[in-house]
């Protein structure tokens, strides 16, 4: 499809995802989530990417929220469709996708926009960074999977501090809580992301996905996660990849990973 809402460049095997709505801090209306999950998905089928970094256009937001006056129309059944769409398409996709997904916080991450980067692997924030769901606010709830992932990632208690009060918190209070790995000052956050991403895609890609979806069935289904590792500890060994790392181990050399 013709992008409208969105960049994308794939530059040295990492796929750029910029949105590109400034004017309206990049909020997440209806044909912007359909362009992200479709260059998600292409970036993911792409055998030139490695790794994907979001981020938004300008200093100002990453992404500040939704488009809320397209919820204006919406009744029970038009507000479960939104929710389950953009989850089963965007947000989904990102987490249990087979490479690394970097979110690149710049300036405010609200609501759709907190939502998005707690969908990536790894979140970078500037130190100018806002981040929130301040979702009721409005009569609502976070319905891309806030209330699930932020509990993940920082706990009960603060989740529902977060939530129930609708404050942002700070940069340096994410990195506190474990909702970001790094801040940074803004003219170093790209570079940080890309420093990440570089030394991952030295790694064997298919180690990696193994890697990502092994975690997250620590997260999504706690009871069999272990033997979700043990599996995809046991198919490494039948790949190109592992036999590679292993002789270049014993060689004392660096490995040339091909994905197979």
């Known amino acids: 499809m013709p992008l409208q809402n969105i960049l994308v460049e794939i530059r040295s095997r990492i796929c750029y995802i910029i949105i590109n709505r400034e004017s309206k801090l990049n909020a997440l209306n209806f044909s912007t989530l359909a362009e992200l999950g479709e260059a998600i998905k292409q970036a993911f089928l792409n055998t030139d990417v490695g790794g994907i970094i979001i981020t938004g256009a300008g200093p100002k937001a990453f992404v500040a929220g939704a488009d809320i006056a397209e919820f204006a129309p919406l009744d029970t059944d038009g507000g479960r469709k939104m929710a389950e769409t953009a989850q089963h398409n965007v947000f989904d996709v990102i987490e249990h996708g087979n490479k690394p997904v970097i979110a690149a916080i710049n300036g405010f991450a609200l609501g759709g926009g907190l939502e998005l980067a707690m ?36 706990g009960k ?6 939530i129930l009060t609708a404050d942002m918190i700070t940069a340096e209070q994410a990195l506190q809580f474990g909702l970001v790995n790094h801040v940074v000052k803004p003219d170093a956050l790209l570079p940080k992301a890309e420093e990440i991403m570089n030394k991952i895609l030295t790694r064997a890609p298919l180690a990696v996905a ?9 997260i999504t289904d706690a009871e069999k996660g272990f033997d979700v590792e043990i599996n995809e500890f046991a198919a490494c060994f039948a790949t190109d990849d592992t036999r590679e790392g292993i002789a270049a181990f014993t060689e004392k050399r660096k490995p040339d990973f091909k994905g197979k």
């Open 119 to 154: 969908a990536c692997h790894i979140r970078l924030a500037s130190a100018n960074a806002k981040l929130g769901l301040p979702e009721v606010t409005l009569g609502l709830i976070p319905g891309y999977g806030g209330t699930q992932r932020l509990t993940r990632l920082v």
């Open 157 to 162: 208690g603060r989740a529902l501090e977060m």
């Open 210 to 218: 193994s890697a990502i979806k092994a975690v997250n069935a620590a």
